[in-house]
Each structure stands twice: as C-alpha cells, then as structure tokens.
C-alpha cells in the first residue's frame, strides 16, 4: 500500500493481515512493515531484480532517519546500518564464486536479526545474538554467518567504513556434528495429533509432508502453487541452494495448504514456536522432520537418487559428469511416486495403522 508517510501514520499504523508494507510516496522502495501482533520494521525494495534490504527497527529509527538511511543505501553508502554495509559488501564480492550463497546468508541469517544496528554501534554482543539465533536448530549455519560477518566487517575496515574491527579476535561457534534425530512413528502420531489448527500447526505438518525445508515451506506464495497440476514451484531464489525446485502436491498436501494459508508466520516464528511446545517428545526442531521423512522415504524403497530430487540436494542429483551433464532429466514423475508413497504411509502412522507398502510394492500393484 503507497502512502504518505508520516510520524503520526507510523505511530499508529495496523495490520489486520499476518503483515502489512506500507511504501513511503516520499522515498520510493522505502516500506514500513506492520505484524499483526504491532511489531513495525523499516526496509527497502530496490535493484533489479528487486530485493529487499533489512533497515531497521521502528521507533528505533525514526521515519526522518529511515528516509536517509534509504537514501544512503540506494547511493551505495555505508556510513548507516549493518544492513547498508551488507549491501556495499554484496557487490564488491559479485565475482567470487561463493558470492550467490554468502548473500543468501546475509539476508537470510544475518540482517533480519542485525541489519538494523547502525554500523558505529556495532558490538561483539550482536554477533553473539546472531549466532545465538541459529546455532541451536543450525550449528553449521550459524558458523557459516559468523565467517561472512566477520570477512565483511574486515572488508569494511580495509576500505574506511569502520575505524576498528569490533569482532577482532573473537572465536565463532564450533561446528558440531550435524543432528541424526529421526522421529518414531509413535512420535509422529503425537506430534500430528498434537499440533494446533492454524499457521504454525500447518507449516510444520507440510514440513513433514513435502520433506521441504523450514524457510521454504513458511514462505509459500499463492503465485508458486499450481493447483491445476497439484504442483508447487520454489523460485531460486527461496532455495538453500539457488536452483529452482518443484514439489509434487499430494492430496493431504493439498488440504492443509488449503486449511489456512498462505501467508504463515516466519520461519524465525515457527523455530521459536517449537523450541517452547516440544509436544511432551524428546527434543526437536522443524528441521528433524525433514530428515523423518526421508528417512522413512528409504526405508519404503525410494532410490537415493529419487531422494535427491525430493531433497533438492544437488551433491546427489548432480553428482559427477554423467549426472551433472548427460542426465537431464528431472525425475518428476518419480517423486511424485515417492510422495504419494508418503502420504499414504504418514496418514497410516497418524491412524495407528501398522500397513507398509514399499514403492517395489507399489509399483507392482501399477
């Protein structure tokens, strides 16, 4: 929604959705966001394609100050936020290979929790929050964000921006060893039964239907779903990997897309959830019931290949010459197969019914 903004309007601004942008008339691209629970942020869509730049806190920063901070941003300058910075540093590392998933970090783990702190008051407190805010459901991650923050504030240092380096000499998180908690069918059955209707009992039952990730699944857009075909396309850019992936949609897929969404809470929402209604199970993330389902995937029959592509792991589907150049084909077909597979079996769990079909048998009954 365009409007005039003033400091009266962003005093009282509402949202009656999930979440509302209110776009200044002033500052083109500059929006105020407002959440539905009173939660009011600054950000920024600019560039081509069109991105969205974390500015801020409101009333942290005033709406005089976000106008400048935009200003600054779109002209390239840094002398504003972390957010600002990260967008200098964005386009200074464009030609490093690393460069599409560094940025994917950035915006993904990094601004939305830090991109708002003006760059001379940035302290080794914040990293830690950042950090804080992953490392639990994403160690790996976390010590990921860590090493791009700390290349980008040395860059910034180098060049001028910062006087000293805030985080010099500070130790990031040890990677641990990646999770291997696989829910039993007793525990699905509670779990499903003892989500709550609504968004967040929703986006982690099609977490653990689809077998998608966390971030993807909390950021379905109506215009990514076609329904006609019972499909759900993920752009590029809302992967882990970059690389558009297609979902098959089953029916009980289908129902609970339906039931109450699109729009759902964000992922940092969801993961926050969970951490304080664990259900009565031993502890879990989101992301355990993505590895759930592919494990019970394998246990049914479904060739690793076929995992991959449900996945959208490309170490598996396009592994070495033969796959990564000759094989083109996507094994559509085949997760579509697979999924219905799953479904049947989940609905079973959920049931208490003891039937397996493996996908042999499955295809035998085809």
Request: one cysteine or more; proline letters at 5%.
């Amino acid at each position: 929604m365009r409007v005039q903004l003033t400091d009266r309007f962003c005093a009282h601004a509402r949202s009656e959705a999930v979440q509302t942008d209110y776009f200044d008339a002033s500052v083109p691209g500059l929006a105020l966001r407002v959440s539905a629970n009173g939660t009011k942020s600054w950000s920024l869509l600019m560039g081509v394609p069109r991105k969205r730049v974390t500015l801020g806190r409101y009333p942290s920063i005033s709406l005089a100050a976000a106008r400048t901070l935009a200003l600054e941003t779109k002209e390239g300058r840094t002398a504003g936020s972390v957010a600002a910075l990260a967008e200098a540093y964005i386009k200074h590392i464009q030609s490093l290979r690393s460069a599409p998933e560094i940025e994917r970090r950035l915006r993904r783990d990094v601004l939305p929790v830090i991109g708002h702190i003006p760059l001379r008051e940035l302290h080794r407190r914040d990293i830690t929050r950042m950090i804080d805010a992953k490392v639990g459901e994403a160690p790996i991650a976390a010590r990921r964000a860590f090493e791009d923050v700390r290349g980008m504030v040395r860059w910034a240092v180098a060049r001028g921006d910062l006087d000293y380096n805030p985080i010099d000499r500070m130790r990031g998180p040890a990677i641990s060893k990646p999770r291997q908690r696989v829910l039993t069918d007793a525990e699905i059955r509670q779990l499903w039964n003892s989500l709550p209707d609504g968004g967040y009992g929703e986006v982690l039952k099609l977490c653990l239907v689809t077998g998608q990730r966390l971030g993807e699944v909390c950021g379905l857009r109506a215009e990514e779903l076609n329904l006609p075909n019972r499909l759900w396309r993920i752009p590029a850019a809302r992967t882990k990997n970059g690389h558009p992936h297609s979902v098959p949609l089953t029916d009980l897929a289908l129902r609970l897309i339906h039931a109450s969404g699109p729009p759902w809470p964000s992922r940092e929402q969801v993961s926050d959830w969970v951490l304080s209604h664990q259900l009565g199970l031993a502890h879990w993330t989101a992301h355990d019931l993505r590895r759930t389902m592919l494990t019970k995937l394998a246990e049914l029959g479904v060739a690793p290949i076929v995992l991959g592509y449900v996945a959208n792991h490309r170490t598996t589907t396009k592994a070495g010459i033969t796959l990564g150049v000759y094989v083109q084909y996507e094994y559509e077909r085949e997760k579509r197969q697979a999924l219905e597979l799953w479904s049947d079996r989940l609905q079973g769990i959920i049931s208490g019914s003891a039937n397996v079909v493996s996908m042999a048998g499955k295809a035998r009954q085809a």
